[in-house]
């Protein structure tokens, strides 16, 4: 399984970004899809999640409720994370990744098992 983020920059508070990452090496509608995001100095956190049937379930850690919006296109094999209102503290690396097992969404690292090479994010204020 590889994954491949891409989107990251530098942008003022306030603004947009979309970061996407596309995934290969299996049947990418089975399995669930999680960003993740690494602070300066900081563990790595959950951010958002989406689950396969559709990806109607998605979860979201409470600081990014509202403003970020997970999404994903299974002909494409990929997972989107539109942010919006971005602020200083979302500055990080983010990471998609996604589990071993299908058909199971997690919010924690330690429940996923591939990862991509993360992308920067860098929120200006």
């Known amino acids: 399984v590889q994954l491949q983020a891409s989107g990251g920059g530098l942008v003022q508070a306030g603004s947009s970004l979309r970061l996407s990452c596309v995934a290969s090496?299996?049947?990418?509608?089975?399995?669930?899809m999680g960003w993740f995001r690494q602070p300066p100095g900081k563990e790595r956190e959950f951010v958002a999640a989406?689950?396969?049937?559709?990806?109607?379930?998605?979860y979201y850690t409470d600081s990014v409720k509202g403003r970020f919006t997970i999404s994903r296109d299974n002909d494409k094999n990929t997972v989107d994370l539109q942010m919006n209102r971005l602020k200083p503290e979302d500055t990080a690396i983010y990471y998609c990744?996604?589990?071993?097992?299908?058909?199971?969404?997690?919010?924690?690292?330690?429940?996923?098992?591939?990862w991509g090479q993360g992308t920067q994010v860098t929120v200006s204020s």
């Open positions: 090496g299996r049947t990418f509608s089975n399995f669930a």
């Open positions: 990744a996604t589990p071993e097992r299908s058909h199971y969404v997690g919010t924690s690292a330690a429940e996923y098992d591939y």
């Open positions: 989406i689950g396969t049937w559709g990806g109607r379930s998605t």
